[in-house]
């Protein structure tokens, strides 16, 4: 299979590819997309959109009206419908107990997972009456092989900006190595700075509508939107 170095170097005209700069600009984007989290970064790991083991942790009251069947729709997508393994978590105090979950089904139709749930009450209550003393823990793979192909320009755009504000950092582009007359009063100490404004800029402003195809992120509210 092609890889995403590959992808870049045949499809970016007369752009050098640098495996620190595609691994750079694949963080980057994972950043902005949301395959980065603030609970992966706790836990010492840089999630990015490539293809892997992701986690999802979701409370489940112990009781609700037709709670025997949990709908869940997973997070992150594309995901491999065959990955998927559920975990029912008691917790009571300091114990917890774990009961694998056997029963369930994929709707192709609705793009969510029924659950068959053990909980021991089922039925309608009132809210105050419900504990979240449960937990179900999803584990799956899922994730991107290779950049979708409608995506490759903006992926090239963005692996050239991250080239122009690497080959800048290191002192390599000190204004003694450029015209006096050429410069003007732009102040090249803040050069690398300004790259990234502007490649923010072009991302949030420019590109957002292509990039967030590949956003998971959630609410609304944030930065890319909702995609399912």
Known sequence: MTTIKEQLEEYCDCL???????????NLISVYTCWT????????????FLTGERTEVIDIPDCACECDV?????RYQPFDPDSFTFTLIEQDGINETATEITEFA????????????????????SPCGCEENYKLLVTYVAGYDQI????????????????????CDCNECEPCKLDPEVLGEIDYTTLTGRLQDYFLNVLTVQYAKQIRFMGVCRPVNDLWG???
């Open 226 to 228: 909702v995609v399912v």
């Open 37 to 48: 989290d603030e609970q992966s970064i706790k836990m010492g790991r840089c999630d990015n």
């Open 106 to 125: 994929y709707s192709m139709v609705d793009g969510v997972f029924r659950i068959k749930l053990p909980l021991p009450e089922c039925g309608c209550k």
């Open 148 to 167: 979708p192909d409608c995506l490759l320009p903006v992926f090239c755009e963005a692996l050239q900006w991250i080239k122009v504000k690497n080959t």
């Open 16 to 26: 050098e590819v640098k495996e620190t700069d595609v691994n750079e600009l694949i």
């Open 70 to 74: 949990y709908e869940f729709e997973p």
